[in-house]
């Protein structure tokens, strides 16, 4: 590993992950407090995508496994980069075609949506598992690695937030897709020069498993105990952190009375807070632990849930602002210490397996945290009649889950994931040899 490279997968990262900021930042909002739409409905077809991320366990093990041109991860990095970029520009258009003809504009969404979802799922796992494959030697670049990584994904976040909130106001359709275009070319160009080269030529060190059987493959997770805990803390860690994705714009929207440029720029505080602590995580981790500083980490975007509460119970924009830049402190050092925690969780045999089951326990918390958003929304919101009820359900939802993570994660072990995992392999790799 070399800093070369490691900028690189920082650029790969940053272009996947801007695919994201104008669905889940801008589109969701237009479709929910512009549109009148179901903030359910919303929320399903934002998750639709990431109902796939079990792909992301066979696909991260078949890599590990296949080459393709003599490469295990790049040639998947780039396929799965450029669907995200397509897919995520095409769904503005979807939306707009929805309004005007609603069955033939669904079946477009589905299958927009469809596409830059997987295309995240792919890519995801495929970079994540070169990093694992490149600092396997070197556990030293590691946290460099993910620092640097997700530092750089922040900031192209919070460039990408200013830029949509610049660029729609005012607010038309066509500013909207222009919007979208720039995201898009910006993502296809980081994806392509960050994958250029950044992979050895394949030696064969991968293929240690039968993971491209999917019965062994998921056997494999299914029996390990500390696998298992592992993958129920991370789902209630992204359910927690990602619920407020569909409904953080819209609360600001129908609760707060903000306008689309200045709900746009929520990404970007939010950006601001996350940043902060990114780049003070790695001295913290090393010298306070992983475990303790995801907790603190949960602790604090627990409280910081209960200030957005506040800020819609006092009708207080300022105190909004001041809650979602408090959110991002909280979720930028549990992101990183979380993080650093589940690249440990792999083996040399199995490194695709697992880091797609961890893109798998990603997505679908990502898929329950927006749907499980958007139906409690709308539940208690038709219950109560109150938007600002509705709202403050879910983000006292949230609250809890942070606070159940650091329940769950107190029995984990890097140690016993070590051990359960390489008697598991073995086992099985005895089975698959019969």
Not at 107 to 115: H, R
Not at 175 to 192: H, I, M
Not at 278 to 305: E, H, M, T
Request: aromatic share 10%; hydrophobic share 55%; net charge neutral.
């Amino acid at each position: 590993m070399n800093w070369r490279r490691v900028l690189q997968l920082a650029l790969v990262h940053a272009g996947v992950t801007i695919t994201v900021v104008p669905v889940t930042s801008t589109l969701n909002r237009i479709m929910i407090a512009d549109m009148g739409l179901s903030a359910f409905f919303v929320s399903v077809l934002v998750a639709l995508p990431y109902l796939l991320s079990p792909l992301q366990v066979l696909i991260g093990a078949w890599a590990d496994r296949n080459p393709v041109w003599g490469q295990h991860r790049s040639p998947w990095i780039v396929l799965g980069g450029l669907m995200a970029a397509f897919g995520s520009y095409f769904t503005a258009h979807t939306v707009y075609w929805m309004q005007a003809e609603f069955i033939p504009g669904v079946s477009a969404a589905i299958g927009a949506f469809l596409v830059w979802g997987v295309g995240v799922n792919i890519a995801s796992v495929s970079y994540l598992s070169l990093v694992s494959d490149l600092t396997a030697d070197q556990p030293h670049w590691r946290s460099r690695a993910v620092s640097t990584m997700w530092t750089t994904m922040i900031v192209f976040i919070i460039l990408t937030s200013i830029t949509l909130a610049q660029l729609l106001d005012p607010y038309t359709e066509e500013t909207l897709y222009t919007a979208f275009g720039v995201v898009w070319a910006a993502a296809c160009c980081f994806v392509l020069v960050g994958a250029a080269g950044v992979e050895p030529r394949a030696t064969g060190r991968l293929v240690q498993h039968s993971a491209d059987n999917p019965v062994l493959a998921f056997r494999l997770l299914a029996q390990n105990p500390t696998a298992r805990r592992f993958f129920v803390f991370m789902l209630l860690v992204l359910i927690s952190i990602y619920g407020q994705d569909v409904v953080l714009e819209p609360f600001g929207a129908e609760v707060l009375g903000m306008p689309v440029s200045q709900t746009a720029r929520l990404t970007s505080i939010w950006g601001f807070g996350l940043l902060i602590t990114l780049l003070l995580g790695v001295p913290w981790i090393r010298r306070y632990g992983k475990k303790p500083s995801v907790n603190l980490g949960a602790l604090w975007a627990a409280v910081a849930f209960c200030c957005v509460i506040a800020a819609g119970l006092l009708h207080s924009v300022p105190l909004f602002l001041a809650s979602v830049f408090l959110v991002g402190l909280g979720c930028g050092l549990l992101t990183i210490a979380s993080l650093s925690l589940m690249l440990d969780m792999t083996i040399p045999q199995a490194v695709g397996l697992y880091m797609g089951a961890w893109g798998v326990a990603n997505f679908v918390g990502r898929a329950l945290g927006t749907i499980a958003s958007g139906l409690l929304r709308d539940t208690v919101y038709a219950i109560s009649g109150s938007p600002l009820a509705g709202y403050v359900a879910v983000f006292a939802l949230e609250a809890v889950g942070m606070v159940l993570a650091i329940w769950v994660l107190r029995s984990i072990t890097v140690e016993a994931f070590h051990r359960d995992a390489e008697m598991r392999t073995a086992d099985l790799l005895a089975l698959a040899g019969d």
